[in-house]
């Protein structure tokens, strides 16, 4: 199977792991990003935050609930960031064009339902960006970590 990751980036797989579509498995997910990255436990809580909104997003809305797709995540680091990829197999959707940002300054009652989730990705990472491969959406996430 192909890596996630370029070849040659200067960036060294960490994690590449496959779970079904199903929300009850994100916990073994979560427990393998804290052990390939022990030494950033607040990355590591920011990342598990990240791929909880996205993946449980693709599950329920990209995929429908149905529990028989994979989804893809490869974790590599660098001396200067870590790259989160996500792959699923849904119908083309780049959340971070499509979901309006939310206005976090109005009133409960005068707010859109929904983008809270895509808004705390983008708090949360340096760098995030959505495409669509041909065979699936990829999207990734870049946080630049302290010298």
């Known amino acids: 199977m192909q890596t996630l990751i370029a070849p040659d980036s200067g960036k060294k797989l960490l994690l590449d792991y496959t779970m079904p ?10 427990v393998s990003v804290e052990d390939v990255i022990p030494d950033l436990p607040e990355i590591a809580f920011s990342t598990n935050l990240c791929l909880e909104e996205l993946i449980t997003n693709t599950i329920q809305h990209g995929l429908g609930n149905a529990p028989d797709h994979a989804i893809r995540i490869c974790i590599s680091r660098s001396a200067d960031c870590l790259e989160i990829v996500v792959k699923d197999d849904a119908p083309p959707f780049d959340p971070f064009n499509a979901v309006p940002t939310p206005n976090t ?6 707010r859109e339902i929904g983008g ?32």
Do not use: C
């Open 21 to 30: 579509s199903q929300v009850v498995m994100f916990g073994i997910l979560a």
């Open 116 to 147: 809270l989730g895509v808004h705390l990705v983008r708090s949360l990472m340096d760098e995030v960006w959505a495409t669509y491969d041909g065979t699936g959406n990829l999207i990734t996430l870049k946080k630049m970590l302290q010298q």
């Open 105 to 110: 300054h109005a009133d409960l009652e005068e």
